[in-house]
């Protein structure tokens, strides 16, 4: 376990999976750098809570979407502690749509979060943890990062994107002693649905758009995801779990969900899973 001069930087602290996990770092020895990319957002209770417990955390913003923001956060932080051991790409949020009625410019903005964003991150750190030959970057992908459902193509792209990317660079920074994990959530409790962006084009009711049967089915089938969530402390117990492993795996699968349609999905051929989704959402 850290004795508290350990580093790690969370992104997308603000609320849910980010929230949980800087505080389940902190409370584990770790130095936690808590970053959101509007303090007003969650700042306050973030630091209440750090002071209430007499945490080593400090919350300081970062937009994954800016380069200036990625590099001045990170600069801080080195002037600061002069070390990086852990990062937790975690800032991120669903696009949902019919792909064809879905805007090239919000496709673009999803990527810059949910993967660029990532990449910003990962290329500002990477020096400094070769430098130290040590450091562990964890990933939050999901579930749907190895699976995809309907109406949610370019977040299931931003999330393959990261895996395969993830998948491709642990082998170029494993010699330098740098370990890429990935950590893939079934449905967890957070404001991830809040704050799910509906395409702006895409068939509402009443739009008459050739995808409004399937607009419906999908509002359903999230309806029962919602019900059955874990709560964010699930996940940020599993993140602690991998960055404090000496010889961490490259996946976690978190939720009883994930686990289950993966497993599935091991097990079918293509044609057996796509048949079993599209009874699955009536399709
Ligand atoms: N909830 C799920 O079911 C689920 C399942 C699998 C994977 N995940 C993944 O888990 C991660 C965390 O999601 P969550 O469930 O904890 O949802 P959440 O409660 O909505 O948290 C998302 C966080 O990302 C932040 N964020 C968004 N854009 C950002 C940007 N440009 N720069 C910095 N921060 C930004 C949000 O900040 P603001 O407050 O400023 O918006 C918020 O802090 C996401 O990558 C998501 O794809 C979630």
Known sequence: MPNGREVAVVTGSSSGIGFETSLTLARNGFYTYATMRKLENGSQQMTDTAKNENLPLQVIPLDVNNDKSVIDAINRIVKEKDRIDVVVNNAGYALVGAFEETSMDEIKTQFETNFFGA?????????????????????????????????????????????????????????????????????????????????????????????????????????????????????????????????????????????????????????????????????
């Not at 749907?144 to 994107?161: C, E, L, N, Q, V």
């Not at 359903?220 to 000496?246: D, R, Y």
């Open 119 to 283: 990449i910003r991150v990962m290329q500002a750190v990477i020096p400094l943890m070769r430098k130290q030959r040590s450091g562990k970057i964890a990933n939050i992908t999901s579930m749907g990062g190895r699976i995809a459902i309907p109406f949610d193509s370019i977040y299931h792209g931003t999330k393959f994107a990261l895996e395969g990317l993830s998948e491709s660079i642990q082998y170029e920074l494993g010699p330098f002693g740098i370990k890429i994990i990935l950590i893939e959530p079934g449905a967890v409790g957070s404001n991830f649905w809040k704050n799910l962006k509906m395409a702006t084009k895409t068939s509402g009711p009443g739009k008459n758009s050739p995808y409004e049967k399937l607009a419906n089915n999908m509002s359903e089938a999230l309806k029962q995801m919602v019900k059955n969530t874990i709560h964010p402390s699930e996940v940020a117990k599993v993140i602690l779990q991998a960055v404090t492993s000496a010889s961490p795996d490259f996946r976690y699968v978190v939720g009883k969900d994930a686990a289950t349609i993966l497993e599935a999905r091991r097990n079918m051929s293509d044609r057996e899973f796509q048949s079993l989704l599209k009874r699955q959402f009536n399709l």
